[in-house]
T-cell receptor
Framework: SQQGEEDPQALSIQEGENATMNCSYKTSINNLQWYRQNSGRGLVHLILIRSNEREKHSGRLRVTLDTSKKSSSLLITASRAADTASYFC??????????FGGGTRLMVKP | DAGVTQSPTHLIKTRGQHVTLRCSPISGHKSVSWYQQVLGQGPQFIFQ???????GRGNFPDRFSARQFPNYSSELNVNALLLGDSALYLCASSLEVFGGNTIYFGEGSWLTVV
């Protein structure tokens, strides 16, 4: 079963625009991790945010976590065509066993 | 340093056959996990191994089994293959299983069952 649900399922934007993806989950978590997946490839780790953290940044990426609403968001600023991929959130209740959502498919048009 | 490596990258099997997928974790990582990703869906957890012991198992039938070797590499075995087993099988490694470690994934093994 899938714990996290990403929203929207698909997103199409122009290069240079910002992209925001949201993730909701159902049970309490230890941490939440965001991944990127290019078509047919493995998962690339983007950011880990712990349950006691509210916001983290990495380059053009900004992740927020609201444990009271059981939700997280991933913001990609100044998007590039190379950001075209699927993005997944994954929750870790404890012990590093991840539960993934269905992903957001991002298309960045040049 | 090399990342998580998996083999083979692609394979085709016939229904009823058996398959073995292999994974080498990042050097120094003691935990290996396996995930199945069906086309168009997010990955689903199959197994987690830590220090050669099974620590977690997802909702998969007994046809799926795995093991971890003394060098921390791992194998995933699937018996009596079904068409529905066609998927990308992802291996992941982490340093430990406590304290919320970053989990790194390999490129996966594409399995097609015909």
């Amino acid at each position: 079963s899938q714990q996290g649900e990403e929203d929207p399922q698909a997103l199409s934007i122009q290069e240079g625009e910002n992209a925001t993806m949201n993730c909701s989950y159902k049970t309490s978590i230890n941490n939440l991790q965001w991944y990127r997946q290019n078509s047919g490839r493995g998962l690339v780790h983007l950011i880990l945010i712990r349950s006691n953290e509210r916001e983290k940044h990495s380059g053009r990426l900004r992740v927020t976590l609201d444990t009271s609403k059981k939700s997280s968001s991933l913001l990609i600023t100044a998007s590039r065509a190379a950001d075209t991929a699927s993005y997944f959130c994954a929750t870790d209740n404890a012990g590093n066993m991840l539960t993934f959502g269905g992903g957001t498919r991002l298309m960045v048009k040049p | 340093d090399a990342g998580v490596t998996q083999s083979p990258t692609h394979l085709i099997k016939t229904r009823g056959q058996h398959v073995t997928l292999r994974c080498s974790p990042i050097s120094g990582h003691k935990s290996v996990s396996w995930y199945q990703q069906v086309l168009g869906q997010g990955p689903q957890f199959i197994f987690q191994y830590y220090e050669k012991e099974e620590r977690g198992r997802g909702n998969f039938p007994d046809r799926f089994s795995a093991r971890q070797f003394p060098n921390y590499s791992s194998e995933l075995n699937v018996n009596a293959l079904l068409l529905g087993d066609s998927a990308l099988y992802l291996c992941a490694s982490s340093l430990e299983v406590f304290g919320g470690n970053t989990i790194y994934f390999g490129e996966g093994s594409w399995l097609t069952v015909v």
